[in-house]
Antibody, heavy 116, light 113 residues
């Protein structure tokens, strides 16, 4: 059974940093691209970052480019999202997803609140 | 960026009725080399993570009931639920994965009368 378990969320002040983790199990992690998608409270879905299966390439929308970094440790079957210079508009639930072109498996999500 | 427009934003139907919802993209999602449409539909029930229902515009994921039908090509896509059940109460999102940035529609909220 595919499982994606996120952690690392919480309350953080604007301008500070936070690092999310996602532990994957039930599939061969290093065969798949992985993606982070977020959802602000009561809002829709927004793509945040994607990484190739080897970690050799990463992709971001303009809204987070230069502030967020996606990475992975294939030996640990773990995906990361380093978030720097956080803003109030980054407040959201962050989902780790397995990328099979579309996101075919989703974690339960982790809440990040950016507030002073 | 490819803009995804979903309509209606919400609709209420009775159990057993047929429902259709639309998703339009600002440019074609049909890749000429493989004739595939890079369009997915997700279902998000209250308090839950989204779940992939349909990929490639019309390919139902394993375990998804056959009352969920995806159709369309190019820029116009439709999700049909042939006979709505109470458990289908959810927000439905379309997503294009033709190009980055990946983009989603704003969702259609399905309510059961």
């Amino acid at each position: 059974e595919v499982q994606l378990v996120e952690s690392g969320g919480g309350l953080v002040q604007p301008g500070r940093s936070l690092k999310l983790s996602c532990v994957a199990s039930g599939f061969t992690f290093n065969n798949y691209w992985m993606t982070w998608i977020r959802q602000a409270p009561g809002k829709g879905l927004e793509w945040v970052a994607s990484i190739t299966n080897t970690g050799g390439s990463t992709y971001y929308p303009d809204s987070v480019k230069g502030r967020f970094t996606i990475s992975r440790d294939n030996a640990k079957s773990t995906l990361y999202l380093q978030m720097n210079s956080l803003r109030s508009e980054d407040t959201a639930t962050y989902y780790c997803t397995r990328d099979s072109s579309s996101s075919d498996y989703w974690g339960q999500g982790v809440m990040v609140t950016v507030s002073s | 960026d490819i803009v995804m427009t979903q309509t209606p934003s919400s609709q209420a139907v009775s159990a057993g009725e047929k429902v259709t919802m639309s998703c339009k993209s600002s440019q074609s999602l049909l890749y000429s080399e493989n004739k595939k449409n890079y369009l997915a539909w997700y279902q998000q029930k209250p308090g839950q993570s989204p779940k992939l229902l349909i990929s490639w515009a019309s390919t139902r994921e394993s375990g998804v009931p056959d009352r969920f039908i995806g159709s369309g090509s190019g820029t116009d896509f439709t999700l049909t639920i042939s006979s709505v059940q109470a458990e289908d109460l959810a927000v439905y999102y379309c997503e294009q994965y033709y190009d980055t940035p990946l983009t989603f529609g704003s969702g259609t909220k399905l309510e059961i009368k």
